[in-house]
């Protein structure tokens, strides 16, 4: 069933614009100056609270909370294991992002023993949502070698396991919940060439589910819209520069700059029953 996205996207967005969540940030290191920025254009607040002594009592206090073992260390997955305990005793929505799961053993290891600690969401690529379930081995470091048609029997399994909204990033990505699979066509082939632009988008849907949260928005609606502002964002940055550095810049002014209506403008959704 093809509809209007900004039915979907219109409450979401405005939300997370009215309410500023704040999003804790346990993630890699390459990636933290432009998971910020990303979040301060799209209206959100960033925090990069990730000792294993802060990180409970800050999940406790955030909207919304990130994980992402780009860089691992003995130390920030302690880190991380005391933010989901926080995050689970105040009610904070928790993300995972499996960044290379499959392709390395320990944090394949890590993330398998975490999902049973219920995140709101698991973002990732094809071949990340793959071997999150156990069925294949991963794709080549953080680039996907599966397409996400082929990932959809593997979020379906993540979803009743866990009971998370399952995100499978693409060409065209795919939300999907309990009830249904809702498609997205959106973004740039540029955004592959900017680093951080998946794991910043990890942290945008740590604030749409934060931003969510009591409001009576779905929370499959919040991870669409994470992903609909992301692409969004690209499509109109795609339109000002066409090399990767000038459209990194135009990308988080593009974030910055669009509202509910400008990202419903510039995306496709499709919804079917899952």
Same mark, same amino acid.
């Given at each position: 069933m093809v509809e209007h996205p900004s039915q979907l996207i219109s409450p979401a967005l405005e939300r997370l614009r009215q309410t @500023?969540?704040?999003v804790q940030?346990? *993630?890699? @290191?390459? $990636?933290?100056?432009? @998971?910020a920025n990303v979040l301060? #254009? #799209? &209206? %959100?607040?960033? #925090?990069?609270?990730?000792t294993p002594e802060e990180a409970a009592d800050f999940a406790r206090l955030a909207s919304g909370v990130l994980l992402n073992a780009g860089t691992p260390s003995a130390s920030q997955y302690a880190g991380m294991r005391e933010a989901v305990r926080g995050a689970n005793e105040a009610g904070t929505p928790w993300v995972l992002d499996p960044v290379a799961v499959g392709a390395l053993h320990? =944090?394949? *290891?890590? %993330?398998?023993e975490i999902i049973?600690? =219920?995140? %709101? #969401?698991? =973002? &990732?690529?094809?071949?990340?949502?793959?071997?999150?379930a156990g069925l294949g081995g991963g794709g080549r470091g953080v680039d996907a070698t599966d397409e996400v048609a082929a990932a959809i029997p593997a979020a =379906?399994?993540?979803?009743?396991? *866990? &009971? +998370? $909204?399952i995100a499978v990033s693409g060409a065209e990505d795919a939300i $999907? @919940? +309990?009830e249904e699979i809702i498609w997205l066509r959106s973004g740039s082939p540029l955004l592959q060439l900017v680093i951080g632009s998946g794991c910043a988008l990890g942290a945008l849907t740590a604030a749409y589910l934060g931003a969510a949260r009591d409001s009576g928005i779905p929370a499959g609606d919040a991870v669409l819209t994470a992903h609909a502002h992301t692409g969004a964002a690209g499509q109109l940055a795609a339109r000002r520069a066409s090399s990767p550095g000038s459209f990194a810049v135009a990308w988080v002014d593009a974030l910055y700059e669009l509202d509910a209506a400008g990202v419903a403008e510039l995306v496709a959704v499709r919804r079917e029953l899952a």
């Open positions: @500023t969540p704040l940030c346990l *993630t890699n @290191t390459v $990636v933290q100056q432009i @998971t301060l #254009a #799209a &209206g %959100a607040s960033p #925090a990069m609270t990730d320990h =944090r394949t *290891t890590f %993330a398998r049973a600690h =219920r995140p %709101a #969401a698991i =973002r &990732g690529n094809a071949s990340e949502i793959v071997a999150l =379906r399994q993540l979803q009743r396991d *866990t &009971g +998370a $909204v $999907v @919940t +309990a």
